[in-house]
Nanobody, 124 residues
């Protein structure tokens, strides 16, 4: 069993930056592909970014490419999402997810564990 705890959300003006963190319990963090997803009110959960267990490969949704960066520190059991040049349309609850013995994936159903989410609000 893996527990994921996100932090770092908040209110920011358009053009600003935030860094989300997701810390996992357990001793085999590097065995998990990690992803970030988001869900805005009235919309389906959508893929944001993902990385493999080693962190060497990363994947992004077109809407965040060149603005967001996913990274991980396996020694700290933590995955990060650096978000720059934020836009009002980035407003959502952001979730991290873990996929056991899997690489990065944009498909929510392929993840085994989910965090509780952290709110990101971008004002115009």
């Amino acid at each position: 069993q893996v527990q994921l705890v996100e932090s770092g959300g908040g209110l920011v003006q358009a053009g600003g930056s935030l860094r989300l963190s997701c810390t996992a319990s357990g001793r085999t963090f590097s065995a998990y592909g990690m992803g970030w997803f988001r869900q805005a009110p009235g919309k389906q959960r959508e893929f944001v970014a993902a990385t493999t267990g080693s962190g060497r490969s990363t994947y992004y949704a077109d809407s965040v490419k060149d603005r967001f960066t996913i990274s991980r520190d396996n020694a700290k059991n933590t995955v990060y999402l650096q978000m720059n040049s934020l836009k009002p349309e980035d407003t959502a609850v952001y979730y991290c997810a873990a996929r056991y013995q899997g690489g990065g994936s944009s498909t929510p159903d392929q993840y085994h564990y989910w965090g509780q989410g952290t709110q990101v609000t971008v004002s115009s």
